[in-house]
């Protein structure tokens, strides 16, 4: 079955960097992109951006411009998502999630969902 | 960016009833609209892609309506393993975004 296991939790100073693995077990298991998303009490689920490991291509949310850097390793199947500058507000599980396209016709248009999500990883901003 | 607000942001319920959770859009998404549940601990889990569609393995008693700026989630009759948050969210463009979820809870 498909699964995604992440890096484990963890505690960053303000003004570092952090930098989450998300491994894919099974071969060809990144076919499209790989989203992350993160978790905050104070601003529920936030979407953050999506890689296509094959290509490298990113797409990312204006918010973390800058900031966040996804990349892949196709040849052991995982993908990074790096974060800097953190500060307390960046305090948050942070998820990635696969990327699944529908069809709901043969001819149809596609859909896009996230279907098999990473367990997340914890990662607390404290000095 | 694409506003989505649900309602209501809590409620409580009991096994066997009759649950619909409602997700506005702040401008139409069509049917570019995906349901999640997720539980303490844990992470989402789809349950219902494209507004109506369900997802492989997720009990029929969950069904999905809408287009345009208005949709909803049901559960036919609400089991104990369904108490948890439901989120909605949209990928009709970038950058996805989703409500800020429903928690369902035992009265």
């Known amino acids: 079955q498909a699964q995604l ?14 930098k989450v693995s998300c491994k894919a077990s099974g071969n060809s298991f990144f076919v499209n992109y790989v989203h992350w ?11 953050m951006g999506r890689i296509n490991p094959n290509s490298g291509d990113t797409n990312y949310a204006q918010k973390f411009q800058g900031r966040v850097t996804m990349t892949g390793d ?23 999630a696969r990327d ?7 001819a149809g248009t596609f859909y896009y969902a996230m279907d098999v999500w990473g367990q997340g990883t914890t990662v607390t901003v404290s000095s | 960016d694409i506003q989505m ?6 409620l409580s319920a ?18 570019y609209l ?23 393995g997720v009990p029929s008693r969950f069904s999905g309506g809408g287009s345009g700026t208005d949709f909803t989630l049901t559960i036919s ?12 969210q949209q990928s009709y463009s970038s950058p996805w975004t989703f409500g800020q979820g429903t928690k369902v809870e035992i009265k």
Do not use: H
């Open chain 2, 14 to 31: 009991s096994v066997g009833d009759r649950v619909t959770i409602t997700c506005r859009a702040s401008q139409n998404i069509n049917t």
């Open chain 1, 5 to 18: 296991v992440q890096s484990g939790a963890e505690v960053k100073k303000p003004g570092t960097s952090v």
């Open chain 1, 100 to 106: 699944k396209r529908f069809r709901l016709t043969v």
């Open chain 2, 5 to 10: 607000t649900q309602s209501p942001s809590s």
């Open chain 1, 37 to 47: 998303v993160r978790q905050t009490p104070g601003q529920g689920l936030e979407w």
């Open chain 2, 77 to 88: 009759s609400l089991q104990p393993e369904d108490f948890a948050t439901f989120y909605c």
């Open chain 1, 74 to 96: 196709t040849s052991i199947n995982t993908v990074y998502m790096e974060l800097t500058r953190l500060t307390s507000d960046d305090t948050a599980i942070y998820f990635c």
């Open chain 2, 34 to 56: 995906n349901w999640y549940q997720q539980k303490p601990g844990k992470a989402p889990k789809l349950l219902i892609y494209a507004a109506s569609s369900l997802q492989s």
